[in-house]
T-cell receptor
């Protein structure tokens, strides 16, 4: 049982380049999330998808777009990468509803130069 | 704005010691509470949920005080393997499962 799988694990981009971070879960969860983690800032929610077909902005959505491709997959796109987007990105999934914890993927370490 | 506040530590304790972490949250309407553990360069993993009546899982005890908006985690008989960062987590959006993560408290257990 793989849980939440993220690809790639590492990426270096030049300023202005675009890329898509992929996330897939095999736990039949309805809700999926994208967070970024920066030193001293903790995890901050970028976008979330409460269920297939819906997406909503989180705390720090600027510079990002998302696609909930199907129930399993939730991708995060950087259209024009900036050095401020250098971070560790985590995808997570959960059962829909209050009270359920998240299962995280292993993260993508992104550096924008 | 600090939705969740934690003492960043670090806490350096000897093996076998008891250590307690505290956390305060700002939204009185928060409905769910968790402690997560994060090892260096790894993803956060759910340690335990926190219930109003308090709950225990082996050496770990979590407590919630809704009146004071305060959550605690007690670790008894610390092991070297307990060394990690402990994240206090609270849902902040009424009716939704969006979780807010504290910045974490770093624990190092010393032999």
């Amino acid at each position: 049982n793989a849980g939440v799988t993220q690809t790639p694990k590492f990426q270096v981009l030049k300023t202005g380049q675009s890329m898509t971070l992929q996330c897939a879960q095999d736990m039949n969860h309805n809700s999926m999330y994208w967070y970024r983690q920066d030193p001293g800032m903790g995890l901050r929610l970028i976008y979330y998808s409460a269920s297939e077909g819906t997406t909503d902005k989180g705390e720090v959505p600027n510079g990002y777009n998302v696609s909930r491709l199907n129930k399993r997959e939730f991708s995060l796109r950087l259209e024009s990468a900036a050095p401020s987007q250098t971070s560790v990105y985590f995808c997570a999934s959960s059962i829909t509803g209050v009270g359920y914890g998240y299962t995280f993927g292993s993260g993508t370490r992104l550096t924008v130069v | 704005r600090k939705e969740v506040e934690q003492d960043p530590g670090p806490f350096n304790v000897p093996e076998g010691a008891t250590v307690a972490f505290n956390c305060t949250y700002s939204n009185s309407a928060s409905q769910s509470f968790f402690w997560y553990r994060q090892d260096c360069r790894k993803e956060p993993k759910l340690l335990m949920s926190v219930y109003s009546s308090g709950n225990e899982d082996g050496r770990f005890t979590a407590q919630l005080n809704r009146a004071s908006q305060y959550i605690s985690l007690l670790i008894r008989d610390s092991k070297l393997s307990d060394s990690a960062t402990y994240l206090c987590v609270v849902n902040i959006q009424t009716g939704a499962n969006n979780l807010f993560f504290g910045t974490g408290t770093r624990l190092t257990v010393i032999p």
